[in-house]
T-cell receptor, first 113, second 114 residues
Framework: GQNIDQPTEMTATEGAIVQINCTYQTSGFNGLFWYQQHAGEAPTFLSYNVLDGLEEKGRFSSFLSRSKGYSYLLLKELQMKDSASYLCAVRFPFRGGYNKLIFGAGTRLAVHP | EPEVTQTPSHQVTQMGQEVILRCVPISNHLYFYWYRQILGQKVEFLVSFYNNEISEKSEIFDDQFSVERPDGSNFTLKIRSTKLEDSAMYFC????????????FGNGTRLTVT
């Protein structure tokens, strides 16, 4: 089966840096996505990695190691509004040449003053 | 910035009734999806749709569910006879291509089955 693991909860202090890890085991790989989801709202796209290495996008960076089935999302200069769930999602090839995107359970991040 | 829109934002229905959830994907996107999220649980894949047919569906997407693109803009999810366990947030998403583009999600429809 397909499996994506990430920590359930994390806490961090405003202004600090936090790293949210994700490990995956899927039958094939066509990219890894990070989404942010505030309670009761839609997932919002943050970043995408398909090759190994670091992708930087303002305060957010995401890293991928395909050989280890591992990614992390790095959030710098944390703000209170960053309190949300962070969802790791993996796209993998499926029948008929189509891709399927599945989500991990999400990491609930609480930023406190 | 273009966005995926969903209506209604909240739907309450009685068990056994049919519901239709509506979505307008981003206009130049070609791939469409429905996901659901039961309260406190993870976002689960239901179905993907391309070129006017289902390209993939999950085990959740049984005979009670159907999708349709009745015209050039709308994409609908129908649940024929709702059950209590269908209560969830239903998200529509679309993407520009199959391989490289992220999925963009609508704000969801909260379905409550009583």
């Amino acid at each position: 089966g397909q499996n994506i693991d990430q920590p359930t909860e994390m806490t961090a202090t405003e202004g600090a840096i936090v790293q949210i890890n994700c490990t995956y085991q899927t039958s094939g790989f066509n990219g890894l996505f990070w989404y942010q989801q505030h309670a009761g709202e839609a997932p919002t796209f943050l970043s995408y990695n398909v090759l190994d290495g670091l992708e930087e996008k303002g305060r957010f960076s995401s890293f991928l190691s395909r050989s280890k089935g591992y990614s992390y999302l790095l959030l710098k200069e944390l703000q209170m509004k960053d309190s949300a769930s962070y969802l790791c999602a993996v796209r993998f090839p499926f029948r008929g040449g189509y891709n399927k995107l599945i989500f991990g359970a999400g990491t609930r991040l609480a930023v406190h003053p | 910035e273009p966005e995926v829109t969903q209506t209604p934002s909240h739907q309450v229905t009685q068990m056994g009734q049919e519901v239709i959830l509506r979505c307008v994907p981003i206009s130049n996107h070609l791939y469409f999806y429905w996901y659901r999220q039961i309260l406190g649980q993870k976002v689960e894949f239901l179905v993907s749709f391309y070129n006017n047919e289902i390209s993939e569906k999950s085990e959740i997407f049984d005979d009670q569910f159907s999708v349709e693109r009745p015209d050039g803009s709308n994409f609908t999810l129908k649940i024929r006879s709702t059950k209590l366990e269908d209560s969830a947030m239903y998200f529509c998403a679309s993407s520009a291509d199959r391989d490289n583009s992220p999925l963009h999600f609508g704000n969801g429809t909260r379905l409550t089955v009583t």
